[in-house]
């Protein structure tokens, strides 16, 4: 890396001090038509189910309102923060290979944009709504690169999410929740192997390592580049049985500091995958229940954006204000807590997390898992 010059990007994992972030903006947001990988991720019941089209300019607002104040409370902290620039998300687009009716929007930037070390790196996408999203950021990743000789600027290779991306009739095995729960136990998830997958929120910073939820929106072909990507980090695949909709690990394991994380208590972590994390003195705990019985109207998040969470530093956590038992147990493992509204942008695309992606904190890489007697092996699966 090149050491003259200002640093803009480096954030190594999700507690360090943090100096800089994104958060994105709810400016033109779609409910995005069907297409292959998005029905799975719809409950059969969902108020979601057969919906398409713009969102309301009023719950645009109201989003927006919560998003905003959210930067301001991380400004006053001095907290540099950094906004996308929306495109509109209601054209339709399509490449040589497809085309759909919408995009989505820019809500959650930790979907798209994953920061390890000194890079900024463009994820693959699952979803043909969400291809074209990364433009929203190019702004200010151009910025970022000109500005900082060090910034390494990366671009997962684009993925072409035609028909033999996704399983045939997946859908059609699903009859009920049990169906959806073997499935996914079973990690029998839409996406094939055909080419690399994964979302950026699949992705949990753990310092040397790094830990990917093998699911619906990231595959091994995914994992399996990420690991040759980072070559100098170790990768491990992990999977959450019990969880019906395996869609971004933000909201069902989250590491609060070196040596603590939370685990969501419906989705834990197999056993077997517990073992790197116990051999190197770490302690898995689960999260506190929602406060919340739904999500609010029109979202595709579980309840469990309780524990979707923003730290500040290993001290200091955000947490949505009405989740009031999971406030209680920040409070309790020794974590100041700083509430912050937040439901009305959960629809957009998820909670204090998603909304966000770093771009610095202090630290550096460093090794939180010398024991590595129980590595997660990755799995060769996907070169069949
Ligand atoms: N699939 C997750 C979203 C994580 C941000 C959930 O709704 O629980």
Redesign the pocket.
Known sequence: MKETGKRIVNSWNEWDPLKHIIIGVADGCMIPPSEPAMECKIPADSDMKGVWGPRTQDTVDKANAQLDNYAEILRKRGIKVDRPTPIDFSQQVSTPDWENGSMFGCMPPRDVILTVGNEMLEATMSYRCRWFEYLCYRPLLGRYFKEDPGMVWGAAPKPRLTDRTYKAGYLSRIITIEDRLKLTADKDFVTTEVEPLFDA?EVCRCGKDLFVQHGFTANLSGIEWLSRHFPDHRVHAVNFPGDP?P??I???FVPLRPGLAINNPGRALPEEQRQIFYDNDWEIIDAAQPAHKEPPPLCY??V??SM?CLILDPKTVVVEASEVYQMEQMNKLGLEVIPVPFRDAYAFG??LH?ATTDVYREGSREDYFPNQTHAIPLEDGWKA
């Open positions: 929120a909709y869609i971004h933000d909201a069902t998040s579980s469990w954006l979707n998820g909670g998603c």
